[in-house]
């Protein structure tokens, strides 16, 4: 058994994922984390990079200190060959395709010239660069076969997916790259339908009821602030100090729908 989480930023799966993932990663099943934007916000390297390092110290923090970690460059091929940066810690591997974020609603961010992945798949751009400039990608269809590439070249017999979903009435309101990546898992599953695949809730977690009890939320906030705690060490900036009311409202809850596709494929 293989878990696959295709989030859009570095903080995505600790905060609205359920704690059943953190429990079985911390029970060493093989998981694989691809994070399809840098999670900018339209900042230098200082920022996303200590976005990528609290993203690994969660990891760090969930199956302990002291495993055996790598970091290198892979060559991935979608419509195009891509040199992306892959992290692995224990039974791990992340993969940080730094897209340019694509704020909220999709526009972008001058830095790095409006480009987002929702003008890709709309058509209105018809490259994207990731923001370390180490590769550019050819269209829609190239995010989607590389990430295709990536997840295939890890399943197993069994293999399970996590991503925001894309259903924009299910999960209304999202931030547009949450949206967008839920969009490219659900093109992946189209093209090869033999994962189960549970689609998470994003921002409109806060308009629903608190469903996590105490120890589950115990355990979401613990991961959730190495995550915190290390990209303010190393930027300055405090995720969770954007909105305190906020962030506590998804630790409090996890809202997802679980399609299990393999079995009837
Ligand atoms: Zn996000």
Redesign the pocket.
Known sequence: MTDFHV???E??WQ?FENTDIHQTLAKGRPTLFIFTTA?DAGLDIDFWHAREEGAKESVRVLLGLGREERFHNMTVTGSSSHSIAVWSYGNTTSYFLRLPDGNWGGLGFPAYRNQSTKKLHKGHIKTISAVDKSTTYQGWQDIILTLNDIIHRSCTEFNHLYAPDYDRVLNPGD?S??SETGDAVNAILELSPIFDVTWFV?EDVVNRPKNLDQNQYALKRRVFMAYNDKVQTLSGHCTICEAPLTYEAYLNRAYSRTQMRSSTS
Do not use: E, F, R, S
């Open positions: 989030v859009a930023h903080d995505d905060l999670g931030h790259d949450h994003g």
